[in-house]
């Protein structure tokens, strides 16, 4: 029998179809509301941190202020970029830092000599030693136990080779100088904004105190023995030095070569095999000109260049219009803050081979660690004791050969540290 519609029927439909129509609309409202919410939200928030910085530090409000800078709040300032504000890019910065100082012959040539760099058995653990001491001293209050105890046992590592002029003073100020420029040229290029005049006079007035503690002469700079107004006039000084002691020195040679390609190594660890040459033209690609003459490395071709460009843009886009600030509680932590049950500490991140990595449940199991097994990598508290699993000793870092020596000298560095390097403005 055929079925008969009713006026009822329609009307029925009709309402339903309605209800269905309205329910849509209302789902895209709130959609849409939701949307430009989270971005209000984003346009309020994203430079609340900066603004932050500025009023907890608002005696540094002017250029003439900025001259009574503390090495203190100079630190202070420094971790909130390296750790909230610009983490990502301030820690390529400063391994970009490190590695720009191989192009130097002088100073590439001494350490596959001394530092164990050209052998691939060694060259991890010591790019993790080398990364833990510049770590620590930059993690920790300089008036702080660990700080100052990193900053001593680097003093040790260098004096002999100071002394006997293996390690030149121009390549010690050349290597101080890049630390302090290389993550404020980093984050203008990289990052969704540039730092501020106080957050670039705070690199500034941290790393010129720094040299101080290493006992880093400046009188090769013009206002070396008169004097530095403040971190931005030491910035502007040292960044005009290193550029004319690059081109003069930074030169093409087989070990600049030798000990780049064990760094890359380490820093495309952790890639599939697949990906190594997109990770090799990434590293080329983040290099100028000079550097990578002087590292006898190929340029990135055209279409990886055209790609790298448009990835680092859409992430400044991104971040700036469509992020939310990091969390305090997301921040990047790289050691332990406390010592272990062993007395000794552990790194949290790793990108090669996990030396003084804790082998915790979690970071046995953990994704990244399934991925890296994936890889055929070892994960921490693989292999015994190879990788320290039980941390570090600040005072044994270093090559194998200088471990548990210097125990004596780094005592009397920290004793004078601890008179001279007590958190005050390193500038008269």
């Known amino acids: 029998m055929a079925s008969v519609v009713t006026m009822k029927d329609?009307?029925?439909?009709?309402?339903?179809?309605?209800?269905?129509?309205a329910s849509l609309q209302q789902r895209v409202i709130c959609v849409i509301l939701a949307l430009a919410t989270y971005l209000f939200a984003v346009q309020?928030?994203?430079?609340?941190?900066?603004?932050?910085?500025?009023?907890r530090y608002s005696c540094y409000a002017t250029r003439r202020s900025m001259g009574n800078m503390t090495d203190h709040d100079a630190w202070a300032i420094q971790k909130t970029i390296m750790q909230t504000e610009f983490p990502f890019i301030v820690l390529k910065s400063l391994q970009f830092a490190l590695f720009r100082t191989y192009g130097i012959p002088t100073i590439s040539t001494l350490l596959l000599k001394t530092s164990q760099f050209s052998d691939p058995s060694t060259s991890f653990k010591r790019y993790a030693d080398t990364g833990i001491l510049i770590g620590e001293f930059m993690a920790f209050d300089p008036r702080s136990e660990r700080a100052q105890t990193a900053i001593a046992r680097t003093r040790y590592l260098h004096q002999g080779y100071r002394a006997s002029g293996k390690i030149l003073e121009a390549d010690m100020l050349y290597t101080l100088s890049l630390f302090a420029i290389e993550p404020i040229r980093f984050v203008k290029l990289f990052e969704w904004r540039e730092m501020t005049e106080m957050e670039r006079c705070a690199v500034g007035t941290y790393w010129k105190s720094l040299g101080d503690a290493l006992g880093i002469s400046f009188d090769a700079l013009p206002s070396g023995k008169i004097g530095f107004q403040d971190g931005l006039h030491w910035l502007e000084e040292i960044g005009a030095w290193s550029h004319a002691y690059e081109v003069q020195h930074m030169k093409p040679h087989p070990r600049n070569k030798e000990i780049a390609e064990r760094t890359i190594d380490v820093l495309l660890y952790n890639l599939p095999d697949m990906l190594k040459p997109l990770g090799m033209n990434l590293v080329s690609y983040l290099m100028d000109e000079r550097l990578r003459s002087a590292m006898m490395i190929d340029p990135p071709t055209v279409m990886y260049s055209g790609i790298f460009a448009s990835a680092f843009k859409l992430r400044q886009l991104s971040l700036r219009h469509l992020s939310l600030p990091r969390p305090n509680y997301m921040r990047l932590?790289?050691?332990?803050?406390?010592?272990?049950k062993?007395?000794?500490?552990?790194?949290?991140?790793?990108?090669?081979?996990?030396?003084?990595?804790?082998?915790?449940i979690y970071n046995r199991w953990c994704p990244t660690a399934w991925l890296i097994w994936a890889l055929g990598r070892p994960i921490p508290g693989d292999e015994g004791d190879k990788y320290c699993p039980r941390g570090y000793f600040t005072p044994d870092l270093g090559p194998k050969y200088f471990e548990g020596k210097g125990h004596k000298e780094l005592k009397e560095f920290k004793e004078s540290l601890r008179q001279q390097r007590q958190g005050q403005c390193p500038f008269p």
């Open 333 to 340: 932590d790289v050691f332990a803050q406390e010592p272990n």
């Open 10 to 21: 329609f009307e029925q439909y009709d309402s339903r179809n309605f209800l269905a129509q």
């Open 44 to 55: 309020i928030l994203r430079f609340k941190r900066r603004q932050a910085l500025q009023e």
């Open 342 to 360: 062993h007395g000794r500490n552990w790194v949290t991140i790793y990108e090669g081979e996990p030396y003084y990595v804790e082998p915790s």
